[in-house]
């Protein structure tokens, strides 16, 4: 049967970004060109990478991009002869968003207004931009590889698209954008050579624009070979780009406006919109290792999270190139894990060209360019945040919990990420580093403090820290759940050992041990109630010298995680044995002194010293982060508790 037209429906996706395109107004019309370019380039790259192993040249080495504009008919073609494709591949690649994550990414856009434009590419799905100026796209493509057919895809950008059988002779893709009457500007040749030159001018392919020369005099004709004719003279093809890749250009050459153009070519990013600075990176590092190994790097951290690791989705970070062709988009191999917001190029010379995954892992080269581009990474972290502090906050907020992930994963790089670690602190607002933390350290301070728990503000208020602050000590107020490995990974800074206030083995060095022992005495009648009321859930109950103000706290006896953390590990479904704890008294406080005195009235005040000893309870785990067992019952004792008090104050008012 023969290969007949069919008309298949959009995916409801696609239909949903075709419509927010359409329909939505946008500041950067013109990025259309540099996405359509972007993936033309990328088919001419792919071709040149299956041709290692696959006879796909048919006789044409020649590759390249063309852009052809036609007054007469109002439309831009831009073709290239890269590996094309099939039918399969257009209703796959152009009918669906193949990427998890889609549904995010459409309440994505719908929130961004005016800057949606910059997140089709970003997406994966910048081809939809053509309808961002066109009324009707067509593509034409055909596969590599002798006796490949080619097909035709066109649509309006509406419900549908029609797929049919084609004429085309020789492999690769043809875009033809029907322009809409108000985008022409982009059939002139002027605006096409400066988009081109704004936008692509790296591509490492010549990108050719169909130029028309006059026709020449009668008297003195030349021969002009191929050139198409035109309406006033003759088409000839004019490369208009430079075609050098830019990480392979000398530092002295690239201005910070080509650097941060390529810097959004990777990131699909639009134009800045009157804030250049909010859509630069905030730091880039452009670095040629060269001896037994070769390789050059050109790697940028950007200012905000990209956006699929916003969404939990697999991000493509650094692209790996060997002898300047692209042979891995997203290469894990060369960037540990917690650097992989890190966006650029690595190119080697050493690599081959036919690599794999698995000859990734096991190369010595590799290795040797991971551990550079962690350096270089490092380096331009570690100066941003000596020379531009407020940038480097930027970038900390975005991604700290990253780094501080690799505390915890890569021993080697510890010492360097050690100084790069940002807290907030009770020292004041702002974040502090460790460095900071240990000049301002008080005479007579051994350790480096902190507390871990859900906010500043819960952690300000925890009685954990009424210690530390009676004797004028810096606590540092740890707020992300991964804080907790990072530090007990860490352990030390500059000889000072990193000691949690909410542990039970802290050591403040001005206790008098003498006088908690006594006290511990005084009330170990408590103490066995408390121990007799609570049973497992705690190991030990005794009295403590780091309590001012509150009447009770929870510590950690043992090496678990914080309660805060705990508390997260549950709720994510993780089986999480529960760390022991120590319930701590402060037997100055008036609420202990009275409960002291309810236990020693016997079995009479039995039920209520059990009442009071709950609520005491709950309380601590409130105050550690923890959640409460029965929060029905909590607010049972409390409503009870404070009915008692109001009869109290109400039999005490004198009647009006």
């Known amino acids: 049967m023969p290969d007949e037209p069919v008309t298949l429906p959009f995916e409801a996706d696609v239909s949903q970004v075709l419509h927010l395109v359409i329909h939505s107004l946008y500041s950067h019309k013109e990025i259309f060109l540099r996405e359509l370019v972007s993936n033309a380039s990328d088919a001419l790259d792919k071709l040149r990478f299956k041709a290692l192993t696959d006879d796909v040249y ?28 099939s039918k399969e591949d257009l209703v796959r690649d152009l009918g669906t968003v193949a990427r998890s994550g889609s549904r995010a990414f459409l309440e994505q856009l719908a929130q961004q207004g005016q800057k949606d434009a910059r997140l089709i590419g970003q997406f994966g799905v910048g081809f939809y931009s053509a309808f961002l100026v066109a009324d009707r796209v067509e593509v034409v493509s055909r596969p590599a590889g002798a006796g490949q057919a080619a097909h035709r895809w066109v649509s309006e950008g509406k419900d549908s698209f029609t797929i049919a059988p084609a004429d085309r002779a020789k492999r690769g893709t043809a875009v033809t954008l029907h322009l809409r009457s108000d985008q022409k500007e982009f059939l002139e040749e002027w605006r096409l050579r400066e988009l081109v030159t704004r936008y692509s001018d790296y591509v490492s392919h010549p990108i050719r624009l169909r130029v028309e020369k006059p026709a020449p005099a009668k008297d003195g004709a030349a021969d002009a070979g191929e050139a198409e004719k035109g309406e006033n003279g003759e088409y000839e093809y004019e490369t208009i780009n430079r075609g050098t890749a830019l990480w392979q250009r000398p530092k002295a050459e690239i201005t910070d406006e080509q650097y941060d153009e390529f810097y959004r070519h990777l990131t699909h990013q639009a134009a800045p919109d009157g804030d250049a600075k909010a859509e630069a ?59 992989r917001f890190v966006v650029g190029v690595i190119d ?19 290795k040797t360019i991971k551990k550079q581009v962690v350096k270089h990474v490092l380096d331009a972290l570690d100066a941003l945040s000596q020379e531009k502090v407020d940038d480097y906050q930027v970038a900390w907020r975005a991604f700290g919990p990253m780094l501080k992930q690799g505390m915890a994963m890569d021993f080697e790089h510890r010492a360097r990420l050690a ?13 502090t580093s ?9 005479d007579g301070q051994e350790a480096i403090y902190y507390a871990i728990g859900e906010s500043r503000k819960a952690l300000e208020g925890a009685p954990h820290l009424e210690g530390p602050r009676k004797r004028g000590f810096e606590v540092l107020l740890m ?3 991964i804080d907790e490995w990072a530090a007990e990974s860490l352990r030390t800074f500059e000889g000072k050992n990193l000691v949690s206030v909410m542990r039970a083995d ?3 060095g001005d206790g008098d041990e003498a006088k908690t022992k006594a006290e511990g005495e005084l009330l170990r009648p408590l103490f066995d109630r408390i121990r007799a009321v609570l049973g497992a859930r705690v190991t030990e109950v005794r009295a403590s010298d780091r309590l001012t103000e509150s009447p009770c706290f929870l510590v950690m006896a043992g090496t678990g995680p914080h309660g805060y953390v705990e508390r997260l590990l549950r709720e994510a479904g993780r089986d999480v044995p529960k760390t022991s704890r120590i319930l701590e008294l402060n037997g100055d406080h008036v609420i202990v002194r009275a409960l002291q005195a309810l236990v020693t009235q016997g079995d009479a005040a039995a039920p209520r010293a059990a009442e009071w000893i709950e609520i005491l309870y709950d309380q601590a785990l409130l105050a550690e982060g923890a959640p409460i067992e029965d929060p029905s019952g909590f607010a049972r004792r409390i409503t009870s508790l404070l009915s008692a008090a109001s009869q109290a104050v109400t039999s005490a008012t004198p009647a009006p």
Not at 348 to 366: F, G, H, K, M, Y
Not at 419 to 431: D, V
Not at 434 to 441: F, N, P
Request: hydrophobic fraction near 40%.
């Open 479 to 481: 707020t992300d759940p």
């Open 434 to 442: 460790l460095a900071d933390y240990v000049k301002r350290m008080k």
């Open 419 to 431: 100084k790069l670690l940002r807290y907030e602190s009770t020292a004041g607002e702002g974040l």
């Open 281 to 339: 990176p905030v730091a880039r590092t452009h670095f040629k290792v060269e001896g037994t190994q070769e390789f050059v790097g050109l790697l940028y951290v950007p200012r905000d999270k990209p956006f699929e690791l916003r969404f939990g989705m697999k991000h493509r970070g650094v692209r790996l190139y060997v002898k300047r062709v692209l042979v891995m988009e997203d290469c894990e191999e060369i960037v540990p894990e917690w650097l």
């Open 348 to 366: 080697s010379d050493d690599l081959p060209l036919n690599v794999s995954r698995e000859i990734l892992q096991q190369s010595s080269a590799v």
């Open 58 to 85: 048919e006789g044409d080495t020649d590759l390249a991009i063309v852009i052809r504009a036609d007054r007469e008919q109002g439309t831009l073609t831009i073709e290239d002869n890269g590996v094309g494709m």
């Open 506 to 508: 802290l050591k403040l």
